[in-house]
């Protein structure tokens, strides 16, 4: 019975929407941990009939609990998947406590890095860049940029957690996802540097380019920061070419 209820799909699909409530619970003594119990409610619903067995596994998720909220889905996909190996005797209950407590730590400090260190400031930056541009719809474009790719980042995480199991990590691993931190950090300097010269030329000094033109030049100076981050500069040798962009701008405009 746990092998046909590991093939079945559509337990992906509830985890996946449940686990917008993984915080729905918090507090303050198991942190997130309600909101995991909840998350894989749906699978241990159908792996275990009986009522009193399934709420001894649920007891077993109420313990404490806490990650990045995004990828936590990482954890709570192969978290599933080894329930289900519990259930066949291919595994023991201790491992998952195991698992859960090795993935958490991981998790906060990629996760944290990527979404509050580089998704969300490159998302404000670029959205701060398009309204001094005269783009009103800038604050939509802002919540595409960061919703897109956190639900995008939900869904694969789960799928992944439950395909590979206790291998997820090194699925995750092939993610590269600190490097993506990185070039998500310099195009965020990048953005920075080019706010104060728009801001300079928005209080009426005459702008260096055209107003239509300004898109193009906002691109290529976003590419050439990557480009930069991608050669291995260093942060310190980006920080000083915005600043440098900076001044020279302020000079010509």
């Known amino acids: 019975m746990s092998d046909a209820v590991g093939r079945d799909k559509s337990i992906v699909r509830k985890m996946f929407f449940r686990s917008f409530l993984l915080q729905g619970s918090w507090n303050f003594e198991r942190m997130q941990n309600l909101g995991f119990a909840n998350t894989i409610f ?33 954890s709570l996909g192969a978290t599933a998947q080894l329930e289900i190996e519990v259930a066949a005797g291919r595994a023991r209950p201790e491992d998952v406590e195991r698992l859960k407590t090795a ?20 998302a404000a930056l670029i959205a701060v860049v398009l309204l001094l541009s005269g783009f009103v719809w800038a604050p939509l474009v802002f919540l595409a940029l960061y919703n897109v790719p956190h639900l995008f980042a939900r869904w694969v995480a789960l799928r992944d957690g439950y395909d590979h199991g206790v291998k997820v990590i090194q699925v995750m691993a092939q993610y590269k996802i600190q490097r993506k931190v990185n070039h998500l950090k310099a195009i965020s300097l990048a953005l920075a540097g080019m706010i104060p010269a728009m801001a300079w030329s928005a209080g009426g000094v005459e702008p260096l380019f055209p107003e239509k033109v300004w898109p193009l030049v906002f691109l290529g100076v976003v590419v050439l920061f990557w480009l930069a981050a991608r050669k291995g500069v260093p942060a310190a040798g980006i920080v000083a070419g915005v600043g440098l962009l900076a001044v020279i701008y302020s000079f010509l405009a």
């Open 42 to 74: 749906p699978l241990l619903r159908a792996l275990y009939r009986d009522d009193s067995q399934r709420r001894e596994v649920m007891a077993r998720h109420t313990a404490y609990f806490n990650t990045q909220p995004y990828l936590a889905s990482f």
């Open 103 to 122: 993935l958490m730590g991981p998790l906060g400090a990629l996760g944290d890095s990527l979404f509050w260190g580089g998704v969300k400031p490159v």
